[in-house]
Structure formats: structure tokens, C-alpha cells
């Protein structure tokens, strides 16, 4: 395939990153027609560092990553990604989950790399919070290279794009005031001018511009001083609209993905880059995450679930496997997500090991999101012979409060397998524990089966006598289960697998019930049964 070339939409993976990638492929050999332009194509994130990094910054990122990953895999092109941090914008309010409020308070209105820092670590507000962002992105081995809004103003980056601005200012304000409610459109300008004594941002209106000397005029409004600022060198910033159309236009960012609650915002950066003489770059518009009853997620708010959340109770890898499901459509975030993404996770792990060995470049790997999560390459080791849900369901009827009351029921199932033989069962397992203690124990509420119920409750607990002693595989037991229900008239036959959750497990939903009589042993399962008729009778 040439560089000019990108694959028909019939020979691309079924994969929405491809989907992303031959979008960038086709913006890159637009502006590389000529021959003039040859550089590896650029990828933006966008990262705001009033606040610590967050699970959003984590599913930007990681999406951003696989569009680089499927751009590599369609076009055999270099490509690079900036994770660029807005630390030159202003603090607006001080964030309620920092020590040293006070003193915050006192620099309101200051670029943030001016902002001390109140953890006492870093020389400003910013570098604490872009580390942070740093060690983040490191934690799950993204590639990216981090840029400072700071630096590339202060350092003269930016100054040939600030001067442009400069000379089309009144075609920006042309497209940017009808968007405006009568105050704020009365006081706005493009250009922020940092104030030469406060280091304060300043919004106000300029009262002169001038291109030619690279300048803005404008007045304080507290003292009526009036001041002449140069916009290059860092004496001045852009509003956060025109500053992100400067920067596609400043760096030639090919592509950068957003929220639907920007999807304004886009179209607007994007006809002043063109202003500016520059083309804005292809980019995905990805859905918001919903909260337990439906609504936005804000980090103001706290209604979500954060990475250290999700990492307490499942892997790293389940949490991609979140991001990289259907980005453009709303989701729920919350907890009771997590066990079945753990196990589409695991799904995928295994299929994509498999097609690994058949047929390692064709197409059906490349739609699997392990390959995307694993960086194109699944170890043999990234699944678990035993599903996440599976291992909750043991430790609820086990009431297991360490790992090793697991592994005691994993061994007995089959002696081959342990930690060191299954590392991703290990951590499963770990995780199945804090699971089960934070959320499956507290909300365990079991009901008494009906007369119906009943009897093939009593029915199953002795065909399964049966097979005590004997190795019943988990196929042979989920058929006899089946038979029961079926006996017993149960329709729709789902009703009979919600009568052995509710009333043997205590919950809504569980596993398939003969692999879980397999795991947990029929000799146990029946006694389970027991227990339950008994404390029918005692109610």
C-alpha cells in the first residue's frame, strides 16, 4: 500500500480503530500530495492540569494509542503522539481534593506553572499535577511524548502562529462573538495578555492590535493603566478555543478525538485553523460516561468510578477493554460493570491467542481488542481457565476472604493450574476477594422458592448424588441442570436459572451453573441446596 493509499472499507479489520486510522491516513496524504510534507503523522491529547489525571485522560489516551497502532498496522508510517498539557491556562477555582486551600485562594486568575504547588514537591501547582500525568501514562506503558503549553509559549514555539492570529484578529472575532452572550461578548478577545505585574491572565478586551509590531493594547480594568504587550515569548496566551485552532495550526496535529460535550467547540477550533491557513485535523467524536442512575460524569461531582477504583477490583486490562468497547455510545461507569468487562476481557485474551497462531496478520486478530490492548502481541499467559464471574460466585458461596480459600476449589478442579502456571488468575483471584467484600456480601438477599421451585430443587440435589465421587465435567452438569428445568416446566428456562441464583446465591445473576457445580464440587453444591431447603423451612 502506498502512502497515498488507504484500504477499502472491506478490507479493513472490523475495528473501529482501523475505521480512525484510514481517516488519518487520508488527512496525512492530503497534506503530503505535494511531497513537500513527509513528517510522521501527529496524534493530540489533550490534558487539563488543574486536576489530578483521571479515568477519562486514561480512555483518551489509550484510544488515541490504538488509532496509532491501527495507522501503523494499515500504512507501515511513522506516526508520533503529544500529550499535551494546557498548564499555561489559569486557575479558575481550587480543586476540593488539595491540601493548602488557602493558599491556592490567593493565586486565583494565575497561569497554573505560576500556581505554587501545595503538595510541597514540585516548583508549581502544574509540574506536581503534570508529573502525576507522567507516572499515569507510564503506569500502562504508553508511548508519548509530553508537551508543556508553558514551554512551547515561553519558548517561542508558538510565535509565528500568535503573530498570524494577530493578522486575521478580526476574522477570528467575526467567527467567534455570534457564539457569545451580550457581556462576554463585549470583553473578548482571542488573545489573553499575561499582566506584566501580577502575571495575572488577563480577559479583557484589546484595545488595539498590532500586526505588524507583534502587539496588543489594552487597559487594567481595576487601575485604568494601560499596557502594550507582545503576544510572542510567553507575554500572552490564547482563549482556549483559538489557543487549541493555534495549536493544530502551530504543529500540524493530524488528529485529535473529543467528547460530544465539545462537539461545538470542534467546529468552531476548526474554522479559525482554517483562518489561520491551516486544516484542522480528522478526529472521533466519543460518547460521555454515565454515572449509576444515567447522568454525566463530573469530576467536580465525584459520581464516577476512578482508575484506582476499577484497578482495586479488576486488571489493568479489563479497564481497556471498557475504553476500547463501542466509544461512541454512552456507557455506565460504575461498579457493577466491572466483572462482566473482566470477562470480555478474558474472552477476547483466549480468541486472540488462538488466531495468533493461525493466522498472526490477518484481519480477525487485528478486530480483537486484545490485540489492540496487548500492543499486537497476546502473551499465552494474558487469560484464566476459569472466569472472573465464576470466581465471584465461589467466593460468595464460600464466603472467602482470602485468596487461598480460592485456590483451594481452583486446585481440587484442576491440580495443573496455579499462580505461577496462570499469573492473570492470580490477580483475578485478588480481585474477586475485594470484590466480593465490597459489594457481593453486603447486598447478598436470598428468597424462599415457591412449591414448584422447591421440588426441582430437591430433584437436582439428587440426580447430582449421583455423580458424587465421579468426575462430572462442567458440560455434562450445565446439560442436567437444563433437563431439570425442562422436567419441572420451567418457561422461559431462564426462570429456573434465576430461582438457583436467588435462592442459592443470593443475588440477580450468576454463572453458568454447571460449570460453577464443576468448580465448587457436586458434593458441596448439594449440600448448598440442602442448606437452602432447610432455611426455608426455619423461616
Keep these: 500500500m502506498s502512502d497515498s493509499q488507504t484500504a477499502s472499507a472491506s478490507d479493513l479489520p472490523r475495528a473501529w480503530p482501523f475505521e480512525e486510522a484510514r481517516k488519518l491516513a487520508d488527512h496525512v496524504a492530503t497534506r503530503s500530495s505535494t511531497g513537500a510534507d513527509e513528517r510522521p503523522a501527529l496524534l493530540e491529547t489533550g490534558y487539563g492540569p488543574s486536576g489530578l489525571p483521571h479515568i477519562g485522560t486514561f480512555g483518551e489516551v489509550a484510544r488515541t494509542s490504538w488509532v496509532r497502532q491501527a495507522y501503523t498496522a494499515l500504512t507501515g508510517r511513522p506516526s508520533r503522539l503529544l500529550a499535551f498539557s494546557d498548564d499555561m491556562d489559569a486557575l479558575r477555582k481550587v480543586p476540593d481534593n488539595v491540601p493548602q486551600r488557602e493558599m491556592l485562594q490567593k493565586y486565583i486568575g494565575q497561569p497554573l506553572s505560576r500556581v505554587p504547588d501545595p503538595f510541597g514537591t514540585h516548583d508549581s501547582f502544574a509540574a506536581h499535577n503534570n508529573a502525576r500525568l507522567c507516572a499515569f501514562l507510564d503506569s500502562f506503558g504508553f508511548e508519548y511524548e509530553f508537551a508543556s503549553s508553558t514551554q512551547y509559549y515561553t519558548s517561542g514555539r508558538f510565535d509565528a502562529a500568535l503573530l498570524r492570529v494577530l493578522e486575521v484578529h478580526d476574522q477570528i472575532l467575526a467567527v467567534i462573538l455570534p457564539t457569545l452572550g451580550p457581556d462576554r461578548r463585549a470583553t473578548y478577545s482571542p488573545v489573553l495578555p499575561l499582566h506584566p505585574h501580577t502575571g495575572e491572565v488577563m480577559q479583557v478586551k484589546m484595545d488595539a492590535i498590532d500586526a505588524v509590531a507583534g502587539t496588543v493594547r489594552w487597559t487594567d480594568p481595576t487601575t485604568g493603566e494601560v499596557f502594550e504587550t507582545p503576544v510572542t515569548g510567553g507575554h500572552a496566551k490564547m482563549q482556549w478555543k483559538a489557543d487549541w485552532a493555534m495549536r493544530w495550526y502551530a504543529l500540524g496535529v493530524d488528529y485529535e478525538m473529543s467528547g460530544k460535550d465539545l462537539i461545538d467547540s470542534v467546529r468552531l477550533s476548526g474554522r479559525i485553523c482554517k483562518i489561520l491557513g491551516g486544516t484542522p485535523p480528522a478526529g472521533l467524536t466519543y460518547e460521555l460516561f454515565l454515572d449509576e442512575q444515567g447522568q454525566k460524569i463530573s469530576k467536580s461531582k465525584g459520581n464516577g468510578l476512578s482508575v484506582e477504583e476499577w484497578l482495586r477490583y479488576a486488571p489493568p486490562e479489563s479497564l481497556g477493554q471498557f475504553m476500547f468497547n463501542q466509544p461512541q455510545r454512552a456507557k455506565r461507569l460504575y461498579f457493577d460493570v466491572i466483572p462482566k468487562t473482566a470477562d470480555d476481557y478474558l474472552t477476547h485474551a483466549d480468541k486472540a491467542r488462538a488466531l ?30 476459569v472466569p472472573f464471574g465464576m470466581l465471584l460466585n465461589l467466593a460468595s458461596v464460600a464466603n472467602a476472604d482470602t485468596p487461598e480459600v480460592l485456590w483451594g476449589f481452583i486446585r481440587r478442579y484442576d491440580a495443573a493450574v496455579s499462580p505461577q502456571t496462570h499469573p492473570m488468575l492470580a490477580e483475578l483471584v485478588k480481585h474477586a476477594i475485594a470484590y466480593y467484600a465490597d459489594f457481593v456480601r453486603p447486598a447478598k438477599t436470598f428468597r424462599a422458592p415457591d412449591e414448584k421451585e422447591r421440588a426441582a430443587l430437591v430433584d437436582l440435589a439428587e440426580t447430582l448424588r449421583g455423580f458424587e465421587g ?70
Design 356 to 385: 495468533q497462531v493461525e493466522n498472526p496478520a490477518g484481519n480477525d486478530l487485528r478486530a480483537n481488542p486484545a490485540w489492540f490492548i496487548h500492543k499486537g502481541s497476546v502473551p499465552q499467559d494474558a487469560g484464566s481457565p
Design 470 to 539: 465421579e468426575a462430572a465435567d462442567a458440560s455434562t452438569l450445565q446439560n442436567l441442570v437444563f433437563e431439570i428445568g425442562k422436567r419441572h416446566g420451567f418457561e422461559p428456562l431462564r426462570s429456573w436459572f434465576g430461582c438457583l441464583y436467588e435462592v442459592l446465591l443470593g443475588q440477580k445473576e450468576g454463572p453458568r451453573f454447571g460449570g460453577f457445580v464443576a468448580l465448587y464440587g457436586v458434593a458441596e453444591t448439594i449440600a448448598l441446596i440442602d442448606a437452602a431447603l432447610l432455611r426455608d423451612t426455619q423461616v
